[in-house]
């Protein structure tokens, strides 16, 4: 541990800059939040794709851009990374089960409005 702290690699002031940007991370977590709000809320479809496709390409692209715009240490660096890979695939899987709930609510009332009855055998989701 004193190896690492006597290395110089907490004293440059460019990686607290790295790591303000790894604290920021979880805007991409409240937009993709709010993009769901939006979603149930009755937005179109398409625009709701278009809206999680750009929040994830700016998830993806960001980590890139401050770690060339900073020249952060390898180290802070990779850690950024990782972090980031790790959301994308949480922030990913969230909108899916998100997309398959609101295809359920469609179908449930889809079937409501035609007078048949509900059950739980009633849905496959494939």
């Not at 990686?15 to 939006?38: C, D, H, K, R, S």
């Not at 890979?85 to 609101?102: A, Q």
């Amino acid at each position: 541990m004193q190896k690492f702290i006597y290395s110089g690699v907490l004293s440059d002031p460019i990686n607290y800059q790295t790591l303000a940007a790894i604290f920021v991370l979880p805007m991409f977590l409240f937009f993709g939040y709010f993009i769901e709000v939006a979603a149930a809320a009755g937005i179109p479809r398409k625009l709701t794709w278009a809206l999680i496709f750009i929040n994830e390409a700016a998830l993806l692209v960001y980590p890139i851009a401050i770690t060339f715009a900073v020249e952060s240490h390898p180290l802070l660096g990779t850690y950024l990374s990782l972090l980031t890979c790790c959301l994308w695939l949480k922030l990913l899987s969230y909108h899916h089960l998100h997309h398959d709930v609101r295809k359920l609510i469609r179908e449930v009332a889809e079937l409501k409005s035609q007078g048949k009855a509900v059950d739980h055998q009633t849905f496959q989701l494939t």
